[in-house]
């Protein structure tokens, strides 16, 4: 039941977001996305061919426009976004090596981060602790970590045999949903998956102060 005029409009930007989502021009097909204060940037699909296009969704007004184009055509479900110092960085996403891109939100441009090419086919990322996560596509394990000043690094983590359905960043801890693991946390000081529930169904959490396991029962 709508009680006031503000509950209306908030009613009508959800509608007006809900129809955008599902909307033929809205990138789909494994397109990574980030968010920059109250925008997201979602590279275009490219399929069947790579795109330089970019789609930036407005949460404010509830509208999506199409930003200014990446220098390097990129396969959306192969490349790598992460967001550092406020920065959007695009690793990867081509046949062969490329150049990592930088876009700058202020002045709305896309420049090359650097002179080294790199090559990276990662259907998932998150960006955390000024690091850019990539998941390998083959092995479905965080591959490697980029970093503006030190470039592509080895994370090397186990290889997992279960596929990874999403991956997110959530108060500074990346997040990955499962198919049979359901839902897990990464470790990036021991570089591991750690389960948040165990086979008696408790909440578990590490203390990194204290370096040792607690579990409580979830509320």
């Known amino acids: 039941m709508i009680t006031s005029t503000h509950d209306y409009q908030v009613e009508q930007r959800s509608c007006s977001l809900a129809g955008l989502l599902t909307s033929p021009h809205f990138p789909t097909f494994y397109s990574s996305g980030v968010s920059v204060g109250s925008e997201i940037y979602f590279p275009d699909h490219g399929w069947p061919f790579p795109s330089k296009k970019v789609r930036v969704l407005d949460t404010r007004s509830g509208t999506i426009r199409m930003g200014p184009s990446m220098k390097v055509a990129r396969w959306a479900h192969k490349e790598s976004m992460g967001v550092v110092d406020g920065k959007i960085y695009v690793i990867g996403g081509t046949y062969g090596k490329n150049q990592v891109e930088v876009f700058d939100p202020e002045t709305q441009t896309w420049e090359f981060a650097g002179e080294e090419k790199v090559q990276c086919n990662s259907r998932f990322s998150g960006s955390l602790e000024d690091k850019v996560y990539m998941v390998d596509l083959e092995h479905g394990r965080i ?77």
């Open 143 to 219: 591959s490697a970590a980029y970093t503006p000043r030190e470039g592509i690094s080895n994370v090397a983590t186990e290889s997992q045999s279960d596929k990874m359905n999403c991956l997110c960043v959530v108060e500074n801890v990346i997040y990955a949903c499962f198919k049979r693991s359901g839902l897990m946390w990464f470790d990036t000081k021991l570089k591991v998956w750690r389960r948040l529930v165990d086979s008696d169904g408790k909440v578990i959490f590490y203390s990194f102060d204290a370096e040792k396991w607690r579990s409580t029962r979830g509320s």
